[in-house]
């Protein structure tokens, strides 16, 4: 875990754009066959994948807001910021594809720190089969901020929107909710009692619970999957919470919703936290 | 011109998410038959066009680092932020034809600036054909950040890059340059020399500076003609100066350029503004 000022070694003061463009081209893979153009040029030229639409989505973390340099690593922002946008993807039923970085890195970042952001972020893209096509790197005189734009595709019938929904419908969630918040309460309870950066928790379940928050793992195969299968008749990211997330489907889907508050599937070490 | 707690009236930290979103989709005309899913769902969905490569580029306008509130209006901060990106498609040789707009707002930012800033950035987009496909809004505790991604098309042999100079090519430039730099210049000193805002030049020539620097035109047509053409064999966006351009392209194109400074298409305005 580092902070600003905080690390020894160059910053990103210390180097020009042209350099930091460079740093990180060199950490970049080769890219494969369709990406034309990639990092170094004006803009990116890629291939689209023949048959398909275009799925484009952009989100933004920015420092302060939507994480802590305290309770997350450089690398844990990177994975992070592409995961959010790879379930954006994933949500519409697509399959990532490309992403753009924009960066916006205050002056005293260390140079060590940004090489462990893109390698985070290119760790999850290597997983996902997803390349860096290119992005955009300028100084900022505020928060750290990580914006990816990711380019996905989707076959035509397979698209899933939040207004697809119709009365009589069974909700389902892909996976047991509420351990990332847990995760964060508990590491702001360790800054609360314990200085410096917080360890890492002994407790198995809130060590899940932890890593949940510092690396959400998007989930890109089931939403491709549910878009192919038509499984789903509507499909939206639960970044908001489940509670928001009901909320915007049955207005998109011109429908209400009944749900059984006993059976949400809440992961269970977040229930034991929220329980004690 | 506004600054930040100056405007009176409702500010971003009285509006939610969604109901700046929705603010946003209220004056982004309907979209063309292309954009499958526009603005609200987690993702936008579009046809790629037919025989075409994707050209894809992001870029953004920091508060502090590229703009003053005191020199640019809203409005003007808008039709820059996407004028930068469709200069960087424009100079691959490609179309520009969507967009994707990330907003970072400090909560202090009055709800009427967000409007002219949106207003701006389509004044440009509805001029160029270009659809506002979706984005991400997202509360700011620095500076104001307005980073644009915008797709287009190219076919496959129109594209320029850097690297396609060759020793004995004759370079060009688009237009006559300085006029931002002087324009720039103009509204510093009159910041230094008068309170508030600086006034419209009464210099119409100086007025014209101004105009290049707060609303830069894309040269997108003559992009996408030097591609089809194939009259130029590099081309690249002179965001940073003609020196760094000549710096870029010659190393990208592996040759060596020969500068006769007397023949530097210096803008007459600005020509007389660094002279006097």
């Keep these: ?19 930091l463009i460079e740093r990180i081209r060199s950490r970049v893979p080769p890219p494969n066959s369709s990406l034309v153009v990639g990092i170094g040029d004006d803009a990116a030229v890629a291939a689209p994948e023949r048959g398909a639409l275009q799925v484009l989505t952009t989100d933004a973390l920015v420092e302060g807001v939507h994480f802590d340099r305290r309770f997350s690593t450089p690398a844990d922002i990177g994975h992070k910021a592409l995961a959010v946008n790879v379930s954006d993807v994933a949500s519409m039923g697509g399959a990532s594809r490309l992403a753009l970085l924009s960066l916006m890195l205050p002056p ?17 893209a290597k997983r996902l089969r997803i390349g860096l096509a290119g992005g955009n790197i300028t100084r900022s005189p505020g928060p750290l901020v990580v914006d990816v734009t990711v380019i996905g595709s989707v076959r035509p019938r397979r698209i899933l929107t939040r207004g697809g929904g119709r ?20 590491l702001r309870e360790q800054c609360r009692t314990q200085s410096g950066a917080p360890p890492h928790p002994a407790d198995e379940l809130m060590a899940e619970c932890v890593e949940r928050y510092r690396r959400p793992e998007p989930r890109s195969r089931l939403g491709a999957m549910l878009g192919r299968t038509r499984a789903a008749s509507a499909c939206m990211d ?14 998109a889907s011109r429908t209400g919703a009944k749900l059984d508050a006993s059976l949400r599937p809440i992961h269970p070490s977040a229930d034991a936290w929220f329980s004690q």
Excluded: C, F, K
């Design 108 to 124: 005293d970042t260390a140079l060590s720190d940004v090489d462990e952001l893109i390698d985070g972020l290119l760790g999850l």
């Design 167 to 186: 009365a009589g419908d069974d909700l389902y969630v892909t996976g047991r909710i509420g351990a990332a918040l847990a995760g964060l309460e508990w």
């Design 1 to 19: 875990l580092s902070s600003p000022g905080s690390a020894t070694g160059l910053r990103v003061a210390d180097a020009g754009e042209r350099a």
């Design 238 to 251: 639960l970044s908001d919470g489940l509670a928001d997330a009901i909320t915007q489907m049955s207005s």
